[in-house]
C-alpha cells in the first residue's frame, strides 16, 4: 500500500493541559487569536492542585464561555476528565455531562480507573448511553499509569461496551510511553477515532514513574521537536480527523507566557505537518481508511 498523502490542513484545538491554568472564557479567546477550530475544557479537575474552572457548577463563567465562543466561532472539541472507578455512578456526572452538551462540545475523555475489567466496561458503556442522549461521544484515553495502561486494555473496553458512540482517544505520549505497536492500531476500527491528543517527546522515555508523570503533565515538546513517530501513529488513524495539541511546556510557559506557548504549539504544528507524509502501515486493510 502506498503512503497517504501529507495532511495539509488539520483542524487543531488547544488543549487545557497546554495552558493550564487559563480560565475558559480566556483560553476561547487565545485559541482564536492563535487560529484554532476548538478547545478542550477540564471543567473536572485531573489533580488535586491545579486551578479549577466547574463550569458544570458555575453559571456564570459557563455563560462567559458561550459567549466567547459564538463571538470567535471557536468550537468545544471535548471535556475532561470523567474516572470509571469502581463505586462509579453515572447519574453523578449528569451536570457535567448538560454543561457539555449546552457547550456545543463533541467529544468526553474518560479514563479507565479499574483493574477489574468487566465493571469498567460496564461503567463505560453506562457512560456512553448518557452521553448519547446528549449528542456526545464517550471516549476513553490509555494512560501509562492507569489501571487502563494500554492499547490492548483500552480496545477490549470499547469492544466490551459495544456502543457506537464509544471510542478510543490516543495521546501519542501515553502510545509511545506504553511500547505500542503501530501495527496493531491500524487493525482497529476506524469509527472508534474520533480525534487525537498529539504532542512530541524525547524518544528514550524518563527512567522513573515519577518521572514519567512530571514530564507527561509539565515537559512535552512541539511537535517535530521529539523522537517519536508521529507520522506512523497519526498515519495508522483515520484521516482528516482533528488533533488536539496537548503540549504542557512548564518551564517555558514561565518564560514567555501561556497565550505564546499555545500559538508556538499551533505554529509548530502546522509547520511539521506541512512538512510529513503520514505513513499508513503496509498491514493497514483498505475498509480501515474510513471518515467520519
Known amino acids: 500500500m502506498t503512503a497517504a498523502g501529507p495532511r495539509m490542513h488539520p483542524e487543531y484545538s488547544l488543549a487545557y493541559l497546554t495552558v493550564l491554568g487559563m480560565a475558559p472564557p480566556r483560553m476561547v479567546a487565545v485559541a482564536a487569536k492563535a487560529g484554532y477550530t476548538y478547545v478542550g475544557l477540564r471543567p473536572s479537575a485531573v489533580t488535586d492542585d491545579e486551578p479549577?474552572?466547574?463550569?458544570?457548577?458555575?453559571?456564570?463563567?459557563?455563560?462567559?464561555?458561550?459567549?466567547?465562543?459564538?463571538?470567535?466561532?471557536?468550537?468545544?472539541?471535548?471535556?475532561?476528565?470523567?474516572?470509571?472507578?469502581?463505586?462509579?455512578?453515572?447519574?453523578?456526572?449528569?451536570?457535567?455531562?448538560?454543561?457539555?452538551?449546552?457547550?456545543?462540545?463533541?467529544?468526553?475523555?474518560?479514563?479507565g480507573s479499574d483493574s477489574n475489567l468487566e465493571r469498567v466496561t460496564e461503567h463505560f458503556a453506562q457512560l456512553c448511553d448518557a452521553a448519547a442522549k446528549r449528542n456526545l461521544t464517550a471516549d476513553i484515553e490509555f494512560v501509562t499509569w492507569t489501571e487502563t495502561a494500554d492499547l490492548a486494555r483500552a480496545a477490549a473496553i470499547v469492544r466490551g461496551a459495544a456502543r457506537s458512540n464509544g471510542g478510543l482517544l490516543i495521546d501519542t505520549l501515553h502510545f509511545s510511553r506504553s511500547n505500542e505497536d503501530v501495527a496493531e492500531l491500524a487493525k482497529l476500527p476506524g469509527s472508534w477515532f474520533h480525534y487525537a491528543q498529539v504532542c512530541d517527546a524525547p524518544s528514550e522515555p524518563p527512567k522513573t514513574l515519577d518521572g514519567l508523570i512530571f514530564a507527561a503533565r509539565n515537559d512535552r515538546m512541539f511537535p517535530g521537536a521529539g523522537g517519536l513517530d508521529l507520522q506512523g501513529i497519526l498515519g495508522a488513524l483515520p484521516p482528516g480527523i482533528p488533533y488536539s495539541l496537548e503540549i504542557p511546556t512548564t518551564a517555558l510557559a514561565k518564560k514567555v507566557g501561556l497565550e505564546e506557548c499555545a500559538r508556538l504549539a499551533i505554529e509548530s504544528a502546522k509547520d511539521f505537518f506541512a512538512a510529513k507524509t503520514l505513513r499508513q502501515p503496509p498491514s493497514t486493510p483498505s475498509p480501515r481508511r474510513l471518515h467520519h
Do not use: N
Not at 80 to 102: G, K
Open 52 to 111: 479549577r474552572y466547574p463550569l458544570h457548577r458555575d453559571r456564570a463563567m459557563l455563560l462567559e464561555t458561550k459567549r466567547q465562543l459564538a463571538a470567535t466561532g471557536v468550537r468545544v472539541l471535548d471535556v475532561e476528565l470523567i474516572r470509571l472507578t469502581p463505586d462509579f455512578d453515572v447519574h453523578e456526572q449528569d451536570a457535567l455531562l448538560d454543561a457539555s452538551a449546552e457547550l456545543g462540545a463533541r467529544h468526553l475523555i474518560a479514563q
